[in-house]
């Protein structure tokens, strides 16, 4: 049994205006602006989580020698308050997020928090900036859960024996500018995201740090995003930078909605999971292969793979519209979003925003 953490709860004595957070909610695009609260928890070695706090949004004062400086013990996630269609506010999976930050602090050998407190943290922090969750068809309060090592120290014979956890939150439009036009990706070779036995499959900061070399690869290559392969054969498809990857098999009700398997080296998404499901609610087949490069380029040649879409909390779902590597060149399928892709779309989206019965218990409300 774990003893409940008990929160103090310190509002902002002085918001932001009105006038100021609805200027922002007019065009929040993702993460630039954020809440008038935060979530702060302390872990000590001996002690536990202490000193739980709902306090107004402030920058951390840190001690140049403080260890997520220098090695980057860090984890994190993602997840979004939906406001619902009577005006309440109900926040997509919190517990399964709360799980995978439980998988990713043990792969970086730092402290689990409960994932009663993390759902906690998130309802009190949602509760009390719920006038930041926009009202707007699908724009979102986008929560970004965290935990870093707070030691001040060098030594790197152990972890850390202090870590800070905190939540903020941040208003979302689209993740893509551009909205759900197809992106075009890059395969790519030169870099790997992850190998086995490595931490592909935690979200830890890392490995966003090492993946902004491809991406910036990618955009000279005229591209919108990396695709990840595997770091061995360079062939197999894993995801890519922010989002889990499914093709579409076929068409019509007939249609197969695979996705790569979970093999350690890529992040177990949480949309990537729901849609197995939703897809297997909507009458289609479904199933975790591994598919190399090849057999995608083989697939679009010979009309059997006729849609690719990427699908991740911030991104959620956005059909992959051509792809480029070194030595090959296509577009998927026609070019454009294909019907599957926004068929799914829209019932995830639907389920979201309440105007699609929730018949898997998704949503938390605040
Ligand atoms: N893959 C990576 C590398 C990600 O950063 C994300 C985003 O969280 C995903 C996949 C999609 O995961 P989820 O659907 O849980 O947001
Ligand atoms: C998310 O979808 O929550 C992500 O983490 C993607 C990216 C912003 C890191």
């Known amino acids: 049994m ?6 103090d709860l310190k509002p902002a004595a002085q918001p932001l205006s009105d006038e100021e957070r609805a200027a922002a909610l007019a065009n929040p695009g993702f993460g630039r602006y954020f809440t008038d609260h935060m979530v702060t928890i302390r872990w000590t070695e001996g002690r536990g989580w202490h000193d739980a706090r709902l306090q107004p949004y402030a920058p951390v004062p840190m001690d140049p020698a403080t260890m997520v400086l220098h090695y980057g013990q860090e984890i994190f996630e993602g997840l979004k308050a939906y406001r619902q269609p009577d005006g309440s506010v109900a926040v997509f999976r919190p517990d399964a997020n709360g799980r995978r930050f439980q998988l990713s602090a043990r792969r970086l050998a730092m402290p689990e928090l409960p994932v009663e407190t993390f759902v906690e943290a998130i309802d009190l922090l949602v509760a009390q900036d719920k006038a930041w969750v926009p009202t707007e068809g699908e724009q979102s309060l986008y929560l970004r859960p965290f935990m870093f090592a ?12 202090e870590y800070l956890f905190m939540i903020i939150a941040s208003p979302a439009g689209a993740y893509f500018p551009r909205g759900i036009k197809p992106v075009s990706v890059w395969l790519s070779q030169e870099y790997v ?37 595997d770091s061995n054969e360079r062939r197999w498809v894993e995801e890519m930078g922010g989002m889990n990857l499914y093709f579409v098999r076929g068409t019509g009700a007939g249609a197969a909605i695979v996705t790569p398997a979970l093999t350690g080296t890529l992040l177990p998404g949480i949309t990537r999971d729901s849609l197995l499901t939703i897809a297997g609610d909507l009458g289609y087949a479904t199933d975790e292969v591994r598919i190399s490069t090849e057999d995608w380029e083989r697939g679009n040649a010979d ?43 829209e019932q995830l989206l639907g389920i979201q925003t309440g105007t699609v019965e929730d018949r898997h218990g998704w949503m938390h409300r605040i």
């Open 193 to 229: 995201r992850a190998a086995p036995g490595g931490t592909g499959e935690a979200k830890c900061g890392g490995n966003y740090a090492a993946a902004f070399v491809a991406q910036a690869e990618a955009t000279r290559q005229g591209c919108d995003q990396v695709v990840w392969l």
């Open 150 to 161: 707070t030691e001040v120290g060098l030594g790197i014979n152990r972890p850390a024996n």
């Open 303 to 345: 009309g059997s793979i006729n849609e690719v879409f990427a699908c991740g909390t911030a991104a959620v779902i956005t059909p992959v519209g051509s792809v480029k590597s070194a030595d090959a060149a296509w577009t998927v399928g026609d070019g454009q979003p294909g019907a599957i892709t926004m068929r799914l779309r």
């Open 2 to 7: 774990t003893t409940r953490i008990p929160f």
